[in-house]
Structure formats: C-alpha cells, structure tokens
C-alpha cells in the first residue's frame, strides 16, 4: 500500500486598472485551489481489540481482534481560495 500524498496547486490572479477623467477604476481577482490526495490509511481502517487487558492476559482470557481495511485507497482533498476587489478613486 502506497503511503504519503500528492500536492497540486494552480492560480490565478489579475489586476485590472483604467483612468477615465478624474476618476481611476481599478479591479483585481484571484483564485487557487490546492488538490491534495493522501495515500495515507482512512478514518476506521485500523484494526482494534476488545477485552485484552491485562488482567485477562494474565488469567489466560484471550480478547477479540477485529480487522479492517480502507474503503478506498486514497483520500482526496481539495482547498479552494477565492478573492476579488473594486475600488473607485
């Protein structure tokens, strides 16, 4: 099982100006997004035990073991940031 994750990230941005008589517009926008996929196990894809303390251990009581496994193989993520202005001088 592969472990660790891949990062992809893109932009954009622009600013926008025009001077008309005595007044100067100006707009500006930008955008990114971040794709994230995590190869790392899920939430719940680990294994657990049930009644293995050790008091039993010693007693010779055995527990329950129960096993999982990821839903999916990976885990993508993605992150978004969003800006933008209008000024009039």
């Given at each position: 099982?592969?472990?660790?994750?891949?990062?992809?990230?893109?932009?954009?941005?622009?600013d926008?100006?025009?001077?008309?008589?005595?007044h100067?517009?100006?707009?500006g926008?930008?955008?990114?997004r971040?794709?994230?996929t995590d190869?790392?196990?899920?939430?719940?894809?680990?294994?657990?035990?049930?009644?293995t303390t050790?008091?039993?251990?010693?007693?010779?009581?055995?527990?329950?073991?129960?096993?999982?496994?990821?839903?999916?193989?990976?885990?993508?993520?993605?992150?978004?940031?969003?800006?933008?202005?209008?000024?009039d001088?």
């Amino acid at each position: 099982m592969p472990l660790g994750r891949n990062v992809t990230q893109y932009q954009f941005v622009d600013d926008f100006s025009i001077a008309k008589g005595y007044h100067s517009l100006k707009f500006g926008l930008s955008f990114r997004r971040n794709d994230i996929t995590d190869f790392d196990p899920g939430i719940g894809s680990i294994g657990a035990s049930q009644g293995t303390t050790l008091q039993n251990f010693f007693n010779g009581i055995g527990g329950t073991y129960f096993q999982s496994f990821p839903s999916q193989p990976s885990q993508p993520i993605a992150l978004y940031a969003l800006g933008f202005y209008a000024q009039d001088e």
